[in-house]
């Protein structure tokens, strides 16, 4: 039996393959937008919601990445400032001795009375009150003698 494309030269196969291509360009020229344009009206709600939830949860992330981060850099920030000012204490004692001598020894000398005898939670709001001066005082006077990170720290923090 010879049918009409076999007697115009065509085979069974080229005819098989030929339709497939022209069922995919009609699926995507044709069927794909027209059923696209039918849905669009319940499906552009649902994805933009869709959307909305993925910018969510991505900014989410970063917003956690950038705290985490943040963090690490402060950790980072302040072992290197205690490592720089170990380094600098430890050798400006050892080529100037006459530093030593200007720094505060006794309590007496502290703006806060009885500095030497207060917790750290004691010290705390009473740094609130000093002057720049009268924290560098503190400051020296903590490092040389019980070098509490809390005071250290507060007093940093009035810094800035």
Do not use: C
Not at 47 to 58: K, P
């Amino acid at each position: 039996m010879v049918s009409a494309h076999t007697a115009v030269g065509w085979s069974e196969s080229t005819m098989t393959d030929d339709d497939d291509v022209t069922e995919k360009l009609l699926d995507a020229l044709v069927y794909a937008p027209l059923g696209l344009a039918l849905e669009a009206k319940d499906l552009l709600p649902k994805l933009a919601e869709r959307g909305r939830g993925q910018v969510a949860l991505t900014r989410l992330a970063g917003t956690v990445a950038a705290r985490r981060g943040q963090s690490e850099a402060v950790k980072l920030v302040d072992e290197l400032r205690t490592g720089v000012e170990a380094f600098f204490t430890a050798n400006s004692d050892e080529a100037t001795p006459d530093t030593a001598e200007s720094e505060p020894r006794t309590d007496t000398e502290l703006p806060i009375e009885g500095y030497a005898t207060l917790t750290a939670v004691e010290v705390i709001p009473l740094l609130s009150d000093l002057d720049d001066d009268q924290l560098d005082t503190i400051e020296a006077f903590e490092k040389a003698n019980r070098n509490r990170s809390t005071v250290l720290n507060r007093i940093r923090q009035r810094r800035s």
